[in-house]
């Protein structure tokens, strides 16, 4: 069975400070792979999204990610943080065929101090 | 403007009363999906929707009920079964396969 561990459930970092969220998941098969961001009290948005190709993913608003296949990890960064990507950041896994479903992680709070 | 539209934004309920909670898009998507949001364990899966009148249980059903008579609607329905049903509900929908999820502005139901 899919899963996705997110290891951080909270990260502060100072601003203009470099920030890494860790996300590894776990299948039999090929997955597709995805961040998103939701800010309080309202949906999740899209950052980022690895289908196929290059590993190294960019993103909306300077995020990045890079598919590490060997490692099963999809870990998100950003070389300098604003107070305004204070924000819940959520790692998601589809298998590449058949279902629809997505399985989320537990999401990393992540708060980005003056 | 194409969306996802969830109404109401904050509902509140007596202990065994049914309420259903509305999920509308135009976006022309096939797939559409309730989750559930609490503290800590981040998004699961209650039912989700692949086509017209078709739907699947996802990791939480129990307690919950849905139809998808239309293309465009999902409504979810939580019932007096469902022991724990304060939370925050998110919406979402799907064009394709490969493609990412687009969610709505979510509800959040408590039971008083």
């Known amino acids: 069975a899919q899963s996705v561990t997110q290891l951080d459930s909270q990260v502060p970092v100072f601003e203009e400070a470099p920030v890494e969220l860790r996300c590894n998941y776990s299948?039999?098969?090929?997955?597709?792979l995805f961040w998103y961001v939701q800010y309080p009290n309202q949906g999740l948005q899209l950052l980022l999204k690895?289908?196929?190709?290059?590993?190294l993913v960019k993103g909306i608003n300077g995020f990045e990610a890079e598919f590490n296949k060997s490692q099963t990890s999809f870990h998100l960064r950003k070389p300098s943080v604003h107070i305004s990507d204070t924000a819940e950041y959520f790692c998601a896994v589809r298998e590449s065929g058949g279902t629809y479903k997505y399985i989320f992680g537990t999401g990393t709070r992540l708060k980005v101090l003056a | 403007d194409g969306g996802i539209t969830q109404s109401p934004k904050y509902l509140f309920r007596k202990e065994g009363q049914n309420v259903t909670l509305s999920c509308e898009q135009n976006l022309n998507h096939d797939a559409m999906y309730w989750y559930r949001q609490d503290p800590g364990q981040g998004l699961r899966l209650i039912y989700y929707?692949?086509?017209?009148?078709?739907?699947q249980k996802g990791d939480i059903a129990e307690g919950y009920s849905v139809s998808r008579e239309k293309k465009e609607s999902f409504p979810l329905t939580v019932t007096s079964a469902q022991k724990n049903p304060t939370a925050f509900y998110l919406c979402?929908?799907?064009?394709?396969?490969?493609?990412?999820?687009?969610f709505g502005p979510g509800t959040r139901l408590t039971v008083l």
């Open positions: 979402a929908s799907g064009i394709r396969a490969a493609d990412e999820q687009f």
């Open positions: 299948s039999s098969v090929s997955v597709y």
């Open positions: 690895y289908l196929s190709g290059s590993t």
């Open positions: 929707s692949q086509i017209v009148n078709d739907f």
